[in-house]
């Protein structure tokens, strides 16, 4: 019960890694506040969740009154937010640069950077006056990494990791701790979109094709990656700041 009596606030919680994630947490102890654009998915999601304290907030992480909000809600509710699980995304419509649309790489941009953005710029204000708080970011390997169709995730999960170092050297000095975790192919909702959106109806030969990508030759579950999110939150990792951690089985050792 590492998180007994602490408030764990998380983003794109209706999401496979977000529930995974309030479930890791719960289990350890922490009141939990959950975002999610999708209002019903939220609802669903938190009834599997065994946690006598959670708070379901509605909200879009690219709309800067929505996020303000959030964070005003959990800190009335709680009085305090110990970790922020900074988790919200979407994959966008894979096409290489030629074909894509201002519009789709826009959309992207919106969501998973100024989402990230404005969740850090609100959660931060509350951490900073606290003097303690840890922030988990989720990027992606595509963060470090290039992938054909994918250039504006790509781009935003890039930004992410930038964002993600930059917050950490402004926190440092009131004890506030900012990393990301960087995975490659998870196996929820988001992977059997980007399967469809990259072969159709031959999605189950892309997704062989992905997971023979990948060293240890299958994806992540969302649980591999909620259990490095609550170690990078916990007491153990008190010393670890502006890091970014892949968790790929093994893809990231393939090139430099
Ligand atoms: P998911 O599609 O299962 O969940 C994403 C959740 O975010 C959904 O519940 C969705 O409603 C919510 N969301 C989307 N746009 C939102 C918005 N504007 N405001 C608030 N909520 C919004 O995907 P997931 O696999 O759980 O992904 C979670 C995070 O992990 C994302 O940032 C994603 O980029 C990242 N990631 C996923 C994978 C993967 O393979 N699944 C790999 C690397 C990184």
């Known amino acids: 019960m590492q998180f007994k009596d602490k408030v764990v606030l998380i983003t794109g919680a209706a999401g496979g890694i977000g529930i995974a994630a309030a479930k890791a947490f719960a ?31 509605t909200a879009n992480v690219a709309k800067e009154e929505e996020v303000e909000n959030y964070v005003k809600k959990t800190k009335e509710q709680y009085g305090r937010i110990d970790v922020f699980i900074n988790n919200a995304g979407i994959n966008g ?39 303690s708080g840890a922030v988990v970011n989720t990027a992606s390997n595509g963060g470090l990494l290039g992938a054909p169709g994918m250039s504006h995730y790509v781009a935003s999960k890039h930004a992410v990791i930038g964002l993600n170092k930059s917050a950490a050297l402004e926190m440092a000095p009131y004890g506030v701790r900012v990393n990301a975790v960087c995975p490659s192919g998870v196996n929820t909702e988001m992977m059997r979109r980007i399967e469809r959106n990259a072969m159709g109806d031959q999605a ?53």
Do not use: C, W
Request: proline fraction near 1%; charged fraction near 25%; aromatic fraction near 8%.
């Open 93 to 131: 419509e894979f096409k290489n640069i030629t074909e894509q649309t201002v519009e789709n790489f826009q959309h992207v941009m919106d969501v998973n950077v100024k989402g990230v953005f404005l969740g850090l710029k609100y959660v931060l204000q509350v951490m900073q006056k606290q003097t």
């Open 27 to 57: 289990k350890e102890g922490a009141k939990l506040a959950l975002v999610d654009l999708n209002n019903e998915a939220i609802t669903k999601a938190a009834e599997s969740i065994n946690s006598k304290e959670i708070l379901l907030l």
């Open 204 to 256: 189950e030969v892309a997704r062989k094709q992905f997971e023979a990508s990948v060293p240890m030759n299958r994806y992540a579950t969302a649980e591999e990656i909620a259990d490095l999110m609550v170690f990078l939150s916990s007491e153990q990792a008190s010393f670890i700041s502006g890091s970014y951690y892949r968790i790929d089985g093994g893809q990231g050792a393939t090139s430099v």
